[in-house]
């Protein structure tokens, strides 16, 4: 082997050891420091906390949506209360007017040509269309004191109910909790059966057939109602058949369907009129199980108008959510900011700020009337919105909180593999 092939193969292995060298320097550098950002690892996800919570922080656009949520969900509290006041039944009720006067103008588009009179499972069409009342409403029983109290006043009626005079003392409810008892006023149940009642002049009822001393089934019961020829005096009459009362609407509804129809929205309204009353409409089905105390006491604790203003707060709550987070949204500038999965926490904390903000005033404006001797208060506590608030406390909390670990985990993992190493080329 020359001279020549000697020198220039020491001088390749020279540069070969050489490059090796400097790449174990690379490796031992680079392992310094990951060392090193190992060794400060608390320090390093400290401030990858920090920059989380200052990039998703709320910035001044962010307040005004956040004002905007906290108002508009107050006032879905204010007008729900508002529209669900517990108010007496009668002429002062301002819910009672506004739906009758909502059924007035319903019924003016309705044709009452038919014959007005009356007669056994027949309501006139003009009786239904031209009165706010209802049958099943009827709490006093045609008696004869009755009948000739109202002869001396003039009264008159279409047709001879001598035989539908009941034989004996009707016992199907006491006073005020008729509505415990028919099935007129169950906000289900009536639909069928209430709309049947206005359409035959009736009344149904929940007897209950006792089997033994802890066991009875519910017995279904319907009674005529009589009313003057001018469509007042209601008076509860004599058993009539609940089949018969059926087949009769059924029958009448295929003849006529108007007087279905006009009924039925009848039917809605009423119901509408006592759903925040002092006595309020039980829940569906409830006087098929329970006896009519039972079923009074249990809606003074829980009726159907605390259900309906529980499901709307609930959805309305919901709605503003999604209203203004869909807007927060749309103010996302790529630009600006090119982590939208960051710019998703600053929406979903507004919504969850909003939403505990109003639910916590909420609770404590009850507790104080509460704890002032206003136990009443109790029932303006905005349940829909206090499920939707835990909901976002829950799920919110948990998004944020994972989005927060892959933020910081993440870019850990960045700062430790940070460089990429330059190694050189020592193959032979």
Known sequence: MSLEVLQSKRSALKQKSDATLRNMQEITNESYRAADVAHHSREHLAALDAEFEQRTGLTGSDIRFLFAAVALQATRIMVLDKLTKIEPA??????????????????????????????????????ILTTSGVPYDATSPLTQDAIRSLLGKGRTWDFDFSDLLPNDDLHLFKGANHRFSTLGHDPILGL????????????????????????????????????????????????????AMLSAMIERTQENPNV???????????????????????????NLILSNAEVEKLTSFISTGDLVKFGTS?????????????????????????????????????????????????????????????????????WGGLIITLHHLFYDTDYIEQLKQEFILGNFDRLILKNDLNLEDVTL
């Open 90 to 127: 009668g002429n002062q009720n301002q819910t009672e007017k506004a739906l009758h006067s909502l059924q007035e103008k319903i019924f003016r588009h309705f044709d009452s040509n038919e014959p007005s009179q009356e007669s056994p499972y027949h309501a006139s069409m003009m009786h």
């Open 314 to 382: 609930a959805k309305l709550a919901d709605l503003i959510n999604l209203l203004i987070a869909t807007l927060h949204v749309l103010t996302f500038d790529s630009s600006f900011d090119n982590a939208p999965e960051l710019f998703s926490v600053r929406t979903r904390k507004i919504i969850l700020y909003s939403n505990v903000i109003v639910t916590s005033s909420n609770l404590l404006w009850v507790g104080g009337n509460i704890l002032s001797g206003n136990e009443e208060a109790i029932r303006q506590i905005d």
């Open 192 to 243: 069928i059966f209430g709309t049947g009642n206005i359409m035959t002049n009736t009344i149904s009822c929940v007897q209950k057939a006792a089997l033994s001393n802890s066991v009875s089934l519910p017995l279904l019961t319907t009674n005529h109602v009589i009313y003057t020829s001018n469509f007042k005096d209601p008076r509860i009459a004599a058993c009539a058949s609940t089949a």
């Open 260 to 286: 279905f129809v006009a009924a039925l929205i009848k039917q809605i309204l009423h119901i509408g009129t006592d759903l925040y009353t002092p006595c309020g409409i039980q829940i569906p089905g409830v």
